[in-house]
């Protein structure tokens, strides 16, 4: 009989409590209309989906990454994922800013799943660098055929050491840090065939950028 390893097992029991509260969104949603006009609540559902897609890819921290891609929109892509980081920033008297000057009907190729949760790592980490009343700016430009998306903050910023060992994972400079954050986010862009650059500057900040091939309407 094929043995069962404990991170599938534990993701198989996260799907099934996520089930439950799926299915209690829905009830809530048919009892309370009025709940769709909520401030986030689209995006509640849409982290939760996010979620399940995730538990189905177990794969994912044992062995290979296995990209599933498809055409996504790039307008929709990166709207969606300024609107699901924008809780961290009001919930904390943070502020977070999106700008882009791409087509609306622009595309790529990736997988939306995985590029979308590196990404949301990548901007977890530029919130937890701030201090109160900070900033991040993310920025969506063309360049050729190449999007460039850049994450930066006017936090703290990192030493040179502090960066030569960020992409090592375990490594952290917080209490209550996986130092996972980033190299997961390096991982996937590596599959994804992402390049992911990282600059920063102590006591003024850090910048990631990323650069994916595209399609211009």
Partial sequence: ???ISPLRQLCHEQKNLLSLILASIQLIERSHPEVQTFPHWQEIQA?????????LRTGLLEGPVRPQFREVLV????????????PWFEQSQKHLY???????????????VLLKQALINLIRN????????GTVWLRLSGQMNEL??????????MEPEILHEISRPFFSTKASGTGLGFPY????????HVSLS?????????????????HSA
């Fill in 1 to 3: 009989m094929e043995s």
């Fill in 47 to 55: 982290d939760l989906h996010q979620m399940n897609e995730l538990l």
């Fill in 75 to 86: 307008s929709d892509f990166f709207a969606s994922l300024y609107r699901n980081c924008l």
């Fill in 98 to 112: 999106y700008s882009t000057d791409i087509s609306p009907a622009s595309t790529f190729r990736t997988d939306p």
């Fill in 126 to 133: 530029a919130w937890e660098a701030l201090e109160e009343n």
């Fill in 148 to 157: 460039l998306f850049s994450i930066k903050d006017n936090g703290n910023g």
């Fill in 185 to 192: 986010a390096r991982r996937i862009c590596d599959a994804l």
């Fill in 198 to 214: 990282l600059q920063s500057v102590p006591s003024l900040g850090t910048t990631v950028t990323l650069s994916i091939k595209y």
